[in-house]
């Protein structure tokens, strides 16, 4: 059983500036894939960015440019760099990995373990 949980969520002018992390419990934390999804109210769960084992990665169109996905496998931690905010990236943001490899990276049903959510406000 893997048990995520993420942190660095807050309040945050357009422009801005977040990094979320999330620390995972599990000894072959190295072999997961990992990645980020939001919610944003009155919407589906939506793809963020993904990071492969094999650290290939990959982001939503919405968030190129603008967001990086890195993970620390030594510290167990993925992270999730936010630049350059704007207000439609307010959701709540939850981590998530998989054991196994197959599947789209940006599928809700294709991830194993979620984290509980942290909340990202970005006003305008």
């Known amino acids: 059983q893997v048990q995520l949980v993420e942190s660095g969520g807050g309040l945050v002018q357009a422009g801005g500036s977040l990094r979320l992390s999330c620390v995972a419990s599990?000894?072959?934390?190295?072999?997961?894939?990992v990645g980020w999804f939001r919610q944003a109210p009155g919407k589906e769960r939506d793809f963020v960015a993904a990071?492969?084992?094999?650290?290939?990665?990959t982001l939503a169109d919405s968030v190129k440019g603008r967001f990086t996905i890195s993970r620390d496998n030594a510290k167990n931690t993925v992270y999730l760099q936010m630049n350059s905010l704007k207000p439609e990236d307010t959701a709540v943001y939850y981590c998530?990995?998989?054991?196994?490899?197959?599947?789209?990276?940006?599928?809700?049903?294709?991830?194993?373990?979620w984290g509980p959510g942290t909340q990202v406000t970005v006003s305008s």
């Open positions: 990071l492969k084992w094999s650290r290939e990665s």
């Open positions: 599990g000894r072959i934390f190295g072999r997961y894939d």
């Open positions: 998530v990995a998989r054991v196994g490899t197959i599947g789209a990276l940006d599928s809700v049903a294709n991830y194993d373990y």
